[in-house]
């Protein structure tokens, strides 16, 4: 009887640190120190959200740069199932479906050599925003061809869209797929208006 109210006041005092204060704290700090992100990095475009900064897209139309694959269920890039498949590199499953993805990037003509693998593999997440540079080169002729403008052009777009390391040393160059794409129809669009 003498451990009930100790027990109670304990329990009371944890339920309002670690369900009120603590996160009442860690939601200011990241308000205060990465407010876009701690709001979802949310991309808009005339007035309307196109997107994230943080979460990948299905682009299917030739005219675009193709994010990673992803291994989301039920759907593609479903950001309430973060998942990767969970297939082992030796998983028939797996290997049929880069073998496939290998085919379908190889079956334009606009495209040269062996796609890079962040093309043919999901991410952990299945939700990964960015491409490796390689990625992004690799698909420059075939979005200059579908928009009718010339690769070089193009590459120009590429190059300043690629994020170096984080603080110079953490991970790898890499080009967000949607800030690239948003940026592609905006630049191409003017040029065409222009013309």
Same mark, same amino acid.
């Given at each position: 009887?003498?451990?009930?109210?100790?027990?109670?006041?304990?329990? !009371? !005092?944890?339920?309002?640190?670690? $369900?009120?204060?603590?996160?009442?704290?860690?939601? $200011?700090?990241?308000?205060?120190?990465? *407010?876009?992100?701690?709001?979802?990095?949310?991309?808009?475009?005339? $007035?309307?959200?196109?997107?994230?900064?943080?979460?990948?897209?299905?682009?299917?139309? *030739?005219?675009?740069?193709?994010?990673?694959?992803?291994?989301?269920?039920?759907?593609?890039?479903?950001?309430?199932?973060?998942?990767?498949?969970? !297939?082992? *590199?030796? %998983?028939? @499953?797996?290997?049929?479906? /880069?073998?496939?993805?290998? +085919?379908?990037?190889? @079956?334009?003509?606009?495209?040269?050599?062996?796609?890079? /693998?962040?093309?043919?593999?999901?991410?952990?997440?299945?939700?990964?925003?960015?491409?490796?540079?390689? @990625?992004?080169?690799?698909?420059?002729?075939?979005?200059?061809?579908?928009?009718?403008?010339?690769?070089?052009?193009?590459? +120009?777009?590429?190059?300043?869209?690629? &994020?170096?390391?984080?603080? $110079? /040393?953490?991970?790898? *160059?890499?080009? %967000?797929? !949607?800030?690239?794409?948003?940026?592609?129809?905006?630049?191409?669009?003017?040029?065409?208006? @222009? &013309?």
């Amino acid at each position: 009887m003498s451990t009930i109210r100790p027990t109670l006041v304990l329990f !009371l !005092l944890l339920t309002l640190v670690t $369900g009120a204060i603590y996160p009442a704290l860690v939601t $200011g700090v990241a308000q205060v120190v990465f *407010p876009d992100a701690a709001n979802g990095s949310v991309v808009e475009r005339n $007035g309307r959200a196109v997107g994230s900064e943080l979460i990948g897209q299905l682009f299917v139309s *030739p005219a675009y740069f193709w994010s990673r694959p992803s291994a989301t269920a039920p759907h593609a890039y479903n950001a309430a199932s973060s998942s990767g498949s969970n !297939l082992g *590199p030796t %998983n028939p @499953a797996l290997v049929d479906a /880069v073998k496939r993805r290998i +085919e379908a990037l190889q @079956a334009d003509p606009n495209v040269e050599g062996p796609p890079p /693998v962040d093309l043919v593999t999901a991410s952990a997440s299945g939700l990964d925003p960015h491409i490796s540079p390689a @990625a992004a080169e690799y698909q420059i002729r075939r979005v200059a061809a579908a928009r009718g403008v010339s690769a070089d052009a193009v590459r +120009e777009l590429v190059k300043a869209h690629i &994020e170096p390391r984080t603080l $110079g /040393v953490l991970g790898e *160059p890499r080009v %967000n797929v !949607l800030l690239l794409n948003l940026d592609l129809d905006r630049q191409f669009a003017a040029k065409r208006a @222009a &013309e």
